[in-house]
């Protein structure tokens, strides 16, 4: 064997590989094929495009804005004002029942959550709770990282610092008498962050922990007091606050406030009547030319409503479908001859 | 160590500077000085033998290395970028990430260059501690010392088979005439031997060989990296000089052979050497593609800075139209906003950051790794290795494998190139008579039969001839008897024997023409000795015994590497006995081994069989035991000649197959046996040996007899022609010129090389030629125009020649060169044909070989002056332009070839002719310029290089290819009968002028398009992944966010989408090689633009435009308005992405292989695991994004996957589209499919045509 091999050193193996003759396979569009092909594509584009469109008619949403820049509108005065926790409602009737569950938004346009400054303006191991963050915030929270007397801000940054302020309460009037709808604002944030990403200081009382700190400029209480109602919801994992810090992807965005409890009345959504939105207004949104508002909602499995995905599919479905009809007319006309 | 002043260390260093730099060197022994410190020892000035070939040191390859590197234009954008990103203001991502990419760049090839580096190191120190004899006058004895040792002016000793560890100039040698044999492969690759002389007279030689007598001074040229040349002499005390040139010098890397001991000055020592100045490394060429690709990059740059344009002026206007201060808008650490204008500066440099993948930065270490592998298969390729010579094809140049997909014109050597070089004196004219040597031509003849295998015509041996003749009739009769069972051994034996250079049987024999050969008998009987009239037909074969540089060898003084090959017996009991190694054995001799696959029971029998399958084609070697050829014998059989070039070594034989046979060669004598048995000494005054401007040498002997001086001459028919005096033998020959003019005409006509050989008997007296001498002498020791000089003496001595004959010597077509020519013809390839013989032997050659065809219109261009030169050109032009014009021939092309000689060539070639030469040219199918010269070649094929600004490709393999092999865009050299000069200074070397069509036709259309592609997938690539972040900026405010998480979008960059496009530019098969071969058509897509043109660039641009629109709007549309957090955006567009970049390269690749499936689904897997892993781990690390959990909940969602889907279709819809309307295409084209036109059409749409094909 030793003497074969030797027998011309330099030869080339001749193998597949090296003498480039790898089985291969070489994708031959033939009528046959594409056609079908095609056909076949647009029927399942149809198919997807009708379900999207058809889940999508089936969702309901509400939307009222309470910016108050127009006269007529209910928060105008709290608009014009500066004043704190400036109250104004929200009137709205429903004709018919409001298929649950429903979600309870509050929406922000022009608003720039993805602004790249704002965006790194936090520290996620203050957030994580680690106490030593807590004396001395990473650089990466300034200016929001000590006040005007070093003092060290928790939590710090100008995405906490900038947290959506506004509340709201629903009630519902029948016949005459009021009903304070019931809203749930448990689990509203992702399960990663209430559990992993955000947690509070293992100090108890809370409080303690942020000894020596101040919360942030524009808050109106720290951390640890931001529900008072529930004393699990507060510090970091407050709900809303976890809700605000995942940051939206657009600058017209809505962020989930609550859910529509549902029980007793509401077990299947909300019923017909009328409704009024009780609004602390403490946010500004004139300063950015924004807008804001509340919507309520309820979800399909393809999550909002959204009409556009539907429409599209639906769209290149039948173009499929069209394309294929022409292929076969022109393949019947001109008889193309067996493909090789 | 004493102290010196610093002043006198710089003023010696100065010194030193000078001495180096002077144009001419004094070099003294240094034996005088042993001993003493360095600041006393004379050459203390010249670099000693120490070579050190690597780059870099030990302590400082990192900032070396960094240094070297950073030279790389690419390689400081990189680090512009970091510095940017150090930058706070304008910082986009964390400061270290952006280092990430630069180190893997920067250490990855820091790792090869170390390893690169590591290897040199080896050799080096190798080489350094090497043994060598050093002559120390302490000891009066050479010692042994390492090379390293060696210093310029000791004397340094080489035995037999040692490597020359220095430039030595030979002053003593152990053989008696002071000659010294070198074989110079290790250097330029030519086996045959070479032999050199000593200096004589510059010291004691006799009895012992004494350096310290040396006093003398050598004086020197500067070093130079010319081999064949050198320019010295040695000053004795007493003021005389004597004369060395490159045939006194022994050169660094030879090895002494035939000699048993020789001793030299060092001259030249370490990177002084000629060798090591002939070193340069590999060479570096810029390939069209890569000129091509810069351009490109130029446009990506632009593109870039618009984009960052765009994103600075838009950050201004959003920063412009706020009324107030937002909440989200965070002041810098200074708490102070930038004002809108300066925010928008910085954001420019931002941007740049954030969009500084769209310069494909990693483009140029993927075209490197696609070369590497395209080489990889292009040497691997089993149809370019040639069985003959077990060579494959050898790659020199490694970034131009892409040109070879686009040339144009091919300009082509005859001799070697299209031909064998395998020369067979074929046909002869003594005094006017002919002999046609019908025999040999009917040995020839069967040979051209394609069955008929070389060896089976030895086999059959002619019967030897009743008298004198050298063959041993029984050897033959044994050989008749086993021979034909053996085909194959005795085949494999000829091909062993071609270890020694011009030897193949072919070539060693020559059958006797019978009329000539009893001419010859009668007049050697007539006893020579006697007659004072020496017969002109002797003296016709005397010349060409005597009239060359051939060496003969003995078969007992074979140099080691054929010594094996003589005593195959030994040989092989010595491997029975020592089976172990065998291997190690094989290895260093392949190609002796084929004799031993046999079945082994032959081998056993070490008798007559094998014995006598040796003797065929003469092989003189194993004829005899060698204890018999011990003696040298005068028995011409175990003569081996060595020549220099073929032709040379045909006539050598040729001459010993009428019994003047070449027994030995010295620099001072030859001896001749003549068919009587006769041993002439003939002593050899001077050589003048061959040179291209002469196109003739000369032998000057004193004839031992007659003890005139007679000079032989040897050269080309015009050249001789030219020189011939009054006719010596007026009386008989009258006209003799005349006709054997017309002997070599009708000879070219046949394609027969030819050669006129001529002498002179010098009858002047001695003091005549004593001056002749002294000025000879003189022009060789001349330093400045000793070219000149030399050949004045040479022309002084060259004239009055008188006529002798002429010689035709056949050099046989390579096999498949008029296939090969056809195809490339085919392919739009313009074949020329360059070469220094005569035009007739060149048209005949150009019909042999396809280039010329019958109806062909050919034009002869001959003009001695330059206006009729001017006027054929106009006329020509005239023609060709009035052919066109004609309308009857719309559809017809004038197939109009060009015959052109080397003088009218130059007339063409000047300034204000060359245009009309240039447009004549471009109308031509082919053309032939004979006798030209070397230069005139390279001028050629730059003019048509420059002038029509096409792809040339230069194929020769003799050192006078050289020029024009540099010149062109691709040089091949063809590594055969010529030495290996051609192959040393070529891009690419094949053994074969056959294996051209796979290398262009294939492997050429593959490279190109392969690289072609893969290039513009990577705009593209790198483009629409880009633009997806920039579509994104609208909707941040401008303020360079990235919605991808940094590590994952250096990630998918880096390792992700790196391995398929490479894979794809190393293994995508357009078109099956088969295909290829068959339609030479296709290779046209390679041509001119070829595939990879402007518009083909933008494009993919274009395309990568809508593909990231598509991508970014797509969920940009259905997540409006939602609470989507911004990397739930973001991740999933970066899976998209991946998605549709991959599916875009699978439309563009042809073939699928399981290597392509395994990359492909492997890409993909490596993204989820790694992003899986990735958002898993990752919960507080890389600050800014949330990578946590993202693509895990996203994989939930069903939406993820409908607007996946829903994207990729989209996207790649215009490609359908494409294929629909290439679909159609089909249709109506089919028809018209051998239409070539169809063929050039869009890129995509051409690649699908070619489906119902492939």
Not at chain 2, 985 to 997: G, T
Not at chain 2, 1027 to 1048: K, R, V
Request: neutral net charge.
């Amino acid at each position: 064997m030793v003497k074969q091999e030797s027998e011309s050193a330099n030869r080339p193996d001749n193998t597949a590989f090296t003498q480039q003759r790898l089985p291969a396979w070489q994708p031959i569009l033939s009528a046959g094929i594409v056609i079908p092909g095609f056909v076949l594509i647009g029927l399942a584009f149809i198919g997807i495009g009708v379900a999207l469109l058809v889940t999508s008619r089936s969702i309901q949403v509400l939307e009222l804005d309470y910016t108050g820049d127009g006269n007529g509108s209910p928060c105008s005065s709290c608009s014009q004002s500066t004043t704190v926790n400036c109250k104004c409602s929200l009137n709205f009737t429903l004709d018919t029942l409001f298929q649950g569950p429903v979600f309870f938004y509050y929406g922000l346009s022009n608003y720039f959550q993805n602004y790249r400054r704002y965006g790194a303006s936090k520290d996620d191991n203050q957030l994580y709770g680690d106490l030593s963050y807590f004396t001395s915030p990473s650089s990466s929270c300034s200016p929001y990282d000590y006040d005007g007397s070093k003092n060290p801000i928790v939590p710090c940054g100008s995405i906490a610092n900038s947290m959506f302020n506004d509340t709201f309460t629903l009630t519902r009037t029948v016949s005459g008498k009021t009903d304070s709808v019931p809203l749930d604002g448990k689990g509203i944030a992702w399960w990663t962050d209430y559990n992993v990403k955000y947690r509070n200081p293992s100090v108890t009382p809370l409080k303690n922990a942020f000894n020596g700190t101040v919360k942030p400029i524009d808050w109106a209480k720290p951390a640890y007091e931001l529900d008072t109602s529930d004393a699990s919801n507060n510090g970091f994992v407050n709900q809303d606050f976890l809700v605000w810090m995942r940051r939206a992807a657009l600058p017209n965005f809505r962020k989930l406030y609550r859910r529509i409890d549902a029980s007793g009345d509401y077990q299947n959504g909300l019923p017909a009547g009328n409704y009024t939105i009780d609004i602390t207004y403490n946010y500004p949104v004139r300063v950015f030319n924004g807008a804001k508002k509340v919507v309520f909602s309820n979800v399909s499995w393809m999550g909002g409503k959204n009409e556009f995905l539907g429409i599209a599919y639906l769209v290149i479905g039948s173009l499929c479908v069209v394309m294929s009809v022409v292929m076969l007319i022109v393949y019947a006309k001109f008889k193309f001859p067996d493909e090789e | 160590m004493t102290w010196r002043s610093p002043l006198a260390l710089v003023r010696d260093a100065l010194r030193g500077q000078r001495a180096r730099e002077n144009e001419l060197r004094s070099l003294e022994s240094n034996l005088p000085y042993e001993g003493l410190e360095k600041g006393k020892q004379p050459n203390r000035y010249f670099t000693s033998n120490a070579i050190k070939t690597t780059k870099y040191s030990l302590l400082f390859f990192i900032p070396m290395n960094l240094y070297e590197q950073f030279h790389r234009l690419a390689n400081l954008y990189f680090v512009g970028l970091v510095i940017l990103n150090f930058i706070p203001q304008v910082n986009a991502f964390q400061p270290e990430i952006a280092l990430i990419p630069i180190c893997v760049i920067l250490s990855l090839t820091a790792m090869k260059d170390a390893w690169e580096d590591f290897r040199r190191y080896q050799s080096d120190r190798k080489l350094n501690n090497m043994p060598c004899f050093i002559y120390s006058r302490k000891e009066k004895q050479f010692v042994e010392r390492c090379w390293k040792d060696v210093r310029v002016g000791d004397f340094v000793k080489v035995v037999c088979n040692e490597i020359i560890p220095a430039d030595l100039l030979l002053l003593y040698t152990s053989d008696p005439n002071g000659v010294c044999h070198i074989e110079t492969a290790n250097l330029d690759g030519e086996t045959n031997l070479k032999q050199r002389t000593a200096v004589s007279g510059v010291c004691n030689t006799h009895p012992k060989f004494e350096p310290e007598s040396f006093k003398g001074i050598v004086v020197c040229e500067k070093p130079n990296n010319n081999l064949n040349h050198f320019k010295g002499y040695v000053e004795k005390p007493d003021k005389q000089k004597v004369g060395a040139g490159i045939e006194s010098l022994l050169l660094r890397g030879c090895t002494v052979r035939n000699t048993d001991h020789a001793v030299g000055f060092v001259v030249y020592a370490g990177h002084e050497t000629k060798s090591m100045l002939n070193n340069s490394g590999p060479r570096y060429k810029r390939s069209k593609l890569e000129r091509r690709l810069n351009i490109d990059v130029f446009f990506c740059v632009i593109l870039l800075f618009t984009m960052c344009l765009i994103g600075a002026l838009g950050h201004y206007l959003w920063l412009n139209a706020m009324p107030v201060v937002p909440p989200y808008l965070v002041p810098p650490t200074s708490g102070q906003l930038d004002s809108p204008s300066l925010a928008s500066f910085y954001m420019f440099f931002t941007m740049i950051i954030l969009l500084q993948i769209l310069i494909p930065i990693s483009l140029y270490v993927s075209i490197e790794l696609v070369k590497i592998s395209q080489i990889f298969f292009i040497t691997n390729d089993i149809d370019l290795y040639d069985e003959e010579t077990d060579s494959r094809i050898q790659c020199k140049a490694l970034n131009i494998t892409e040109d070879l997909g686009q040339i144009e014109y091919i300009f082509s050597d005859k001799t070697g190139t299209l031909t064998e070089n395998k020369m067979v004196f074929r046909r002869c004219s003594i005094m006017g008579t002919e002999y046609p040597h019908k025999e040999n031509a009917i040995r020839l003849a069967v040979l051209d039969e394609p069955e008929a295998e070389e060896e089976v015509l030895f086999n059959q041996h002619p019967q030897p001839l009743p008298t004198g003749w050298s063959l041993d009739s029984e050897e033959a009769n044994a050989e008749d008897t086993h021979g034909h069972g053996s085909r194959r051994r005795s085949k494999v034996t000829g091909n062993a024997q071609s270890d020694v250079a011009f030897s193949s049987p072919l070539e060693t024999e020559v059958v006797p023409d019978g009329k000539l050969f009893q001419k010859i008998s009668r007049t050697s009987s007539s006893s020579l000795s006697h007659s004072q009239k020496t017969d002109a037909y002797l003296d016709f074969f005397l010349a060409l015994a005597i009239c060359n540089t051939v060496v003969v060898s003995m078969a007992t003084s074979q140099r080691r590497r054929v010594s094996h090959t003589n005593t195959p017996l030994e040989t092989l009991s010595r491997l029975m006995r020592n089976a172990g190694s065998i291997f190690k054995f094989c290895k260093r001799k392949p190609k002796r081994n084929r004799t031993f696959t046999e079945d082994s029971e032959e081998h056993f029998q070490p008798s007559g069989q094998t014995e006598g399958v040796r003797t065929t084609g003469l092989q003189p070697c194993s004829l005899h035991p060698p204890s018999l050829s011990d003696k040298p014998a005068l028995t011409s059989d175990n003569l081996r000649y060595e020549a220099e070039s073929p032709d040379e070594a045909a006539l050598v034989y040729a001459a010993k197959a009428y019994g003047f046979t070449l027994l030995s060669r010295t620099p001072d004598s030859v001896s001749v046996k003549l068919p009587s048995g006769e041993v002439l000494d003939f002593e050899v005054l001077d050589t003048l040996t061959f040179d291209s401007n002469r196109k003739r040498m000369s032998v000057l002997v004193r004839h031992p007899i007659t003890k005139e001086y007679v000079l032989y001459t040897k050269g080309a028919d015009f050249a001789i022609m030219e020189l011939l005096g009054t006719p010596y033998y007026a009386s008989i020959l009258t006209g003799q010129s005349t006709v054997t003019q017309r002997h070599l005409d009708c000879y070219a006509k046949e394609g027969l090389r030819t050669l006129c050989i001529a002498k002179k008997v010098q009858n002047h007296t001695e003091a005549v030629y004593k001056r002749w001498s002294v000025d000879r002498k003189k022009a060789m020791a001349a330093i400045e125009d000793r070219e000149r000089l030399v050949m004045d003496t040479a022309v002084q001595l060259e004239t009055n020649l008188t006529l002798l004959g002429a010689t035709g010597i056949e050099d046989r077509l390579q096999e498949n060169v008029p296939d090969t020519i056809q195809a490339l013809r085919e392919a739009g390839i313009k074949v020329w044909v360059l070469t220094g013989d005569k035009p007739e032997t060149a048209v005949n050659i150009g019909y042999a070989c396809g280039l010329l065809e019958d109806e062909d219109l050919i034009h002869t261009i001959t003009a001695v002056f330059q206006i009729t030169c001017t006027n054929i050109l106009d006329c020509t032009l005239e023609e060709v332009r009035r052919y066109n014009a004609d309308p009857r021939n719309v559809d017809t092309t004038l197939n109009m070839s060009l015959v052109i000689d080397g003088l009218t060539l130059d007339k063409a070639l000047s300034p204000d002719l060359l245009d009309r030469f240039v447009a004549l040219v471009k109308h031509c199918r082919s053309v032939l310029c004979c006798r030209v010269t070397p230069l005139q070649k390279s001028r050629v094929v730059k003019v048509i290089r420059e002038k029509l600004k096409v792809m040339t490709l230069a194929a020769g393999d003799g050192a006078n290819d050289v020029n024009m092999i540099q010149a062109a865009d691709i040089g091949i050299g063809i590594s055969g009968q010529e030495g290996m000069q051609a192959v040393m200074a070529s891009d690419f070397a094949i053994s074969r002028f056959k294996h051209l069509k796979k290398l262009l036709l294939v492997h050429g259309h593959w490279c190109y398009t392969r690289l072609a592609n893969m290039i513009i997938y990577f705009f593209y690539k790198n483009v629409a992944y880009v633009n997806l972040l920039f579509w994104y900026q609208f909707f941040c405010g401008f303020s360079a966010t990235a919605m991808i998480d940094y590590w994952l979008m250096i990630f998918f960059n880096l390792f992700f989408t790196s391995l398929p496009p490479i894979m794809f530019g190393i293994m995508d098969k357009d078109i099956s090689a088969e295909m290829l071969l068959g339609v030479p058509e296709l290779y046209k897509t390679g041509q001119g633009e070829g595939d990879y043109r402007f518009t083909t660039f933008w494009v993919s641009i274009l395309d990568a435009f809508y593909q990231s629109l598509v991508c970014f709007f797509v969920p940009y549309l259905v997540y409006q308005d939602s609470d989507i957090d911004m990397f739930t955006f973001g991740t999933p567009l970066n899976t998209s992405a991946l998605f549709i970049i991959l599916l875009h390269l699978s439309i563009e690749i042809k073939s699928w292989t399981v290597v392509h499936w395994i990359i492909m689904l492997g890409s993909v897997a490596l993204y989820f695991i790694v992003t899986l892993a990735y958002s898993a781990v990752c919960v507080t690390c890389n600050p800014p994004s949330n990578p946590y959990w993202i693509l895990q909940s996203q994989m939930e969602d069903p939406m993820f996957y409908l607007i996946s889907v829903f994207q990729l279709c989209l996207c790649l819809f215009p490609n359908t589209r494409l294929f629909v309307l290439d679909f159609l295409a089909q249709w109506f084209s089919t028809a018209n499919l051998n239409h070539p036109e169809v063929f050039k059409g869009n890129r995509q749409c051409s690649h699908s045509l070619m489906l119902p094909f492939s």
